[in-house]
């Protein structure tokens, strides 16, 4: 197995990937970090899209995945990790500082998109741990005000700190320029914490039993309806294979960027 090298402040040039600087780094815990880099000029990609990041290895790069968490529009690309101890790429990124250097794709992909869904009145964004990211750039792009008449996102960790963005999502997206008078009506932040108390505990599948997930003022059933509701899933395997089998149980159907649905997960994640 390839074992990536150091962060450095200068990486070989590679045909097949951009090399980009890194702008900030923010460790949120010992298990959670975040980092962006600099955006070039000829990059372009849809609210909830991933690329690829990485860095030298051993005769190649050592390349992941990785949900892009800035809005399409920004300047910088924003990037949600967890820390793995030993990991051929996350033991070398947690290290990173401003200044170094990585490896990212030319090509961004996914089906969290708005295009893999069909129209709706209601957009629930449902994330555990490091699945929050593409949705922090879903819920920043002014097309989906344009679409939805609600959007909730709901995010589920094990402890408080893991609770990234927390006084963004919780300030109802206030500082945002291009949709924070839309955000201040229309954006419901859910958080949930499973291992710790909180002023909500539990995994997002109780929220959804017990009706916690729908306790605010918006329009629509305090249930799933897919005559109105969208929803974009992202997180462990546990929760998007659950929650899959709950929408289609409930007649949702599974949207892609070809045949757009009621429901989208990120099959590059799952399968």
């Known amino acids: 197995?390839?074992?990536?090298?150091?962060?450095?402040?200068?990486i070989p040039e590679s045909a097949a990937f951009s090399t980009v600087a890194v702008k900030w780094v923010k460790h949120w815990d010992d298990r959670?970090?975040?980092?962006?880099?600099?955006?070039?000029?000829s990059f372009r990609f849809r609210s909830g899209e991933f690329v690829m990041i990485g860095?030298?290895?051993?005769?190649?790069?050592?390349?992941?995945?990785?949900?892009?968490?800035?809005?399409?529009?920004?300047?910088?690309?924003?990037?949600?990790?967890?820390?793995?101890?030993?990991?051929?790429?996350?033991?070398?990124?947690?290290?990173?500082?401003a200044g170094h250097r990585i490896y990212m794709g030319k090509k961004p992909v996914g089906t969290l998109?708005?295009?893999?869904l069909t129209p709706g009145k209601r957009l629930f964004l449902l994330g555990t741990g490091t699945g929050l990211a593409p949705f922090l750039s879903v819920a920043r792009d002014p097309d989906v005000y344009q679409c939805f008449d609600d959007v909730i996102l709901a995010h589920g960790v094990r402890k408080v700190s893991e609770l990234a963005w927390r006084e963004l999502l919780?300030?109802?997206?206030?500082?945002?320029?291009?949709?924070?008078?839309?955000a201040a009506t229309k954006f419901h932040y859910v958080p949930t914490v499973t291992r710790e108390d909180f002023e909500r505990t539990g995994r997002i599948t109780a929220l959804i039993d017990d009706g916690?997930?729908?306790?605010?003022?918006?329009?629509?059933?305090?249930?799933f309806d897919p005559a109105?509701?969208?929803?974009?899933?992202?997180?462990?395997?546990?929760?998007?294979?659950?929650?899959?089998?709950?929408?289609?149980?409930?007649?949702?159907?599974?949207?892609?960027?070809?045949?757009?649905?009621?429901?989208v997960i990120e099959r590059a994640f799952v399968d």
């Open 228 to 263: 109105t509701d969208r929803i974009m899933l992202c997180g462990s395997m546990e929760m998007i294979k659950e929650l899959a089998a709950l929408l289609d149980a409930r007649g949702f159907t599974e949207g892609s960027n070809s045949k757009p649905g009621d429901y």
């Open 32 to 41: 959670l970090f975040s980092f962006s880099v600099e955006r070039p000029a």
């Open 113 to 116: 998109v708005l295009d893999a």
């Open 55 to 97: 860095l030298p290895g051993d005769g190649k790069p050592v390349m992941r995945a990785y949900s892009i968490a800035s809005p399409a529009w920004s300047d910088e690309l924003e990037f949600l990790s967890i820390k793995v101890e030993g990991g051929p790429l996350t033991d070398s990124l947690q290290k990173l500082e």
């Open 212 to 223: 916690r997930l729908f306790d605010f003022d918006m329009s629509g059933p305090k249930a």
């Open 1 to 10: 197995m390839s074992v990536a090298l150091a962060p450095s402040t200068d």
């Open 170 to 182: 919780g300030a109802r997206l206030s500082d945002d320029p291009l949709i924070a008078e839309e």
